[in-house]
């Protein structure tokens, strides 16, 4: 029973880590996502099946019974064993090249999961932003309430008209739709992280973004290519294809096959040694041209990696900058003082409903724009940490 409960404790302990950090959510998703466990099992079976291709031919067994008119049962018989396989050198390279694409594979998979995981963090940016902003429009509508309960005694004394009140249940009606849109849009982000987490449930209740490197602007740009997937794994393409070059260019060498022979005669049996070969005169014929040009596919399949990496990072940096300036343009404080100072002059009849509501209302407007730069700015900033998942 003590070891039901311990487990229990843990288990809610753990839960209660993935409801606060994005990466127990991305640690959660990375061992639970279908996909990647699929892909785990592809590249296993690929791998096996490059290793397959080093081994040697199979034994060949043959065994002949020849028969005579004049010779009850069997008159003589031939035994042939024989194992082929490729010139040494051979297996060396190809050893080498099956290493190589078995790292190919990998690099893959690694780019595979660096994908969903970027999709899981943005999910969970969105559902941050969601929980944001509900936060604003639950104080609305708190606020909505106050002012609605105190208007209602106003308008009871006769200090307030029934328009004012009317302006008050209908911003009340209206924050009450937005939250259930906001409420929709957060069932909807984390349905799609727990599709992405095995169909598991998951836990998604942080409120504030996390920190954001201190890197400059060109040790970002330079981390994001340097470390780019994409780029990692066309690099490990044109190895593994220089590697093919190599082990086609030795095509042409004779396959060697050595064996035992075993012939009778009656009761007489003569045993002895079977050396051969084979030339391959047709079937390494283009071979080297074949992976020369994969080769140059590989190379230029590289440069054009590199090449759409260097301009997205430069483009993300320079889109950070500006939305980052956007950002520190807003004084949130600012906006939340002139809020509770708009709040006490209705209070005090200083100002009318309608003149607070056209207020207010911007200053709410410029607080959701601020919330959507800010998540835009959170968006680009892992685009350009991507590689670091």
């Known amino acids: ?150 208007f209602k005694v106003k308008f009871d004394n006769g200090e307030a008209t029934s328009l004012e009140l009317n302006k008050i249940k209908l911003d009340r009606m209206n924050l009450e739709t937005e939250l259930v849109q906001a409420d929709t849009k957060h069932a909807n982000a984390l349905q799609q992280l ?59 060498i004779p396959k060697l096959e050595i064996g035992y022979r075993r012939n009778t005669d009656g009761d007489m049996a003569s045993n002895g040694f079977l050396v051969g070969g084979s030339i391959p005169l047709f079937s390494s014929k283009n071979k080297v041209k074949i992976a020369k040009a994969r080769q140059s596919e590989a190379v230029m399949q590289h440069a054009n990696a590199r090449i759409n990496a260097e301009n997205s990072a430069r483009a993300l940096v320079n889109q950070m900058k500006q939305l980052k300036a956007s950002v520190d343009a807003y004084d949130v404080p600012l906006m939340r003082q002139t809020l509770k100072l708009l709040r006490t002059a209705v209070e005090n009849g200083e100002i009318s409903v309608t003149d607070y509501y056209v207020e207010a209302e911007g200053i709410y407007k410029n607080m959701v724009t601020y919330m959507d730069i800010e998540r835009q700015y959170q968006d680009v900033v892992t685009e350009i940490y991507k590689n670091d998942l």
């Open 1 to 150: 029973m003590r070891t039901i409960i311990i487990a229990a404790i843990a288990l809610a302990a753990t839960a209660s880590i993935k409801a606060q950090d994005i990466n127990a959510v991305l640690k959660s998703i990375e061992q639970n996502n279908v996909e990647l466990k699929a892909l785990q099992k592809g590249n296993e079976a690929a791998g096996i099946e490059i290793k397959s291709q080093n081994t040697l031919e199979d034994l060949s067994i043959e065994y002949s019974p020849f028969f005579q008119n004049n010779v009850s049962g069997i008159a003589s018989s031939e035994l042939v064993i024989t194992q082929g396989f490729d010139f040494p050198t051979l297996y060396g390279a190809r050893k080498k090249a099956g290493k190589l694409q078995r790292n190919v594979l990998d690099m893959q998979y690694q780019t595979a999961r660096r994908d969903i995981l970027l999709n899981a963090k943005k999910l969970c940016l969105d559902i941050i932003n969601y929980n944001k902003q509900k936060q604003l429009l639950q104080e609305r509508r708190k606020n909505a309430d106050e002012l609605l309960a105190m």
């Open 194 to 252: 727990q599709a992405l987490n095995g169909g598991l449930p998951i836990e998604v209740n942080m409120t504030e973004y996390p920190a954001v490197p201190a890197d400059n602007d060109q040790t970002m740009y330079e981390k994001a290519v340097a470390t780019d997937w994409n780029v990692r794994t066309a690099q490990a393409s044109v190895l593994a294809a220089e590697q093919d070059v190599k082990v086609n260019k030795q095509s042409w």
